[in-house]
Nanobody, 127 residues
Framework: QVQLVESGGGLVQPGGSLRLSCAAS????????MGWFRQAPGKEREFVAA????????SVADSVKGRFTISRDNAKNTMYLQMNTLRPEDTALYYC????????????????????WGQGTQVTVSS
């Protein structure tokens, strides 16, 4: 069983920055591929970013490329999402998720691949 807890969300003005964190329980965090997804009201959950278990591979969605950066610290069982130049359209509930298949370079964009999910942290971009 893996427990994931997101933090760092909040209200920010357009152009501002936030750093989301995802803390994972257990000792196997370094064997999981990890991802960030988001869901805005009335919309489907969408891929934001993913990172392989050793950080050798990563990917971000085109909509956030150049603004968002994904990273992880396996020693701290934590993944991060640095979000810069935020826009109103980035407003959503942000979820972290764990891919526990154990594939070394896995950076899946598909939510069905991820076995465990956090409860989400709200990000609101508004003036």
């Amino acid at each position: 069983q893996v427990q994931l807890v997101e933090s760092g969300g909040g209200l920010v003005q357009p152009g501002g920055s936030l750093r989301l964190s995802c803390a994972a329980s257990g000792r196997a965090f370094s064997s999981y591929g990890m991802g960030w997804f988001r869901q805005a009201p009335g919309k489907e959950r969408e891929f934001v970013a993913a990172i392989s278990r050793t950080s050798s591979s990563s990917s971000v969605a085109d909509s956030v490329k150049g603004r968002f950066t994904i990273s992880r610290d396996n020693a701290k069982n934590t993944m991060y999402l640095q979000m810069n130049t935020l826009r109103p359209e980035d407003t959503a509930l942000y979820y972290c998720a764990a891919d526990t298949r154990g594939l070394p370079y896995s950076i899946s964009t598909q939510p069905t691949v991820y076995s465990y999910w956090g409860q989400g942290t709200q990000v609101t971009v508004s003036s």
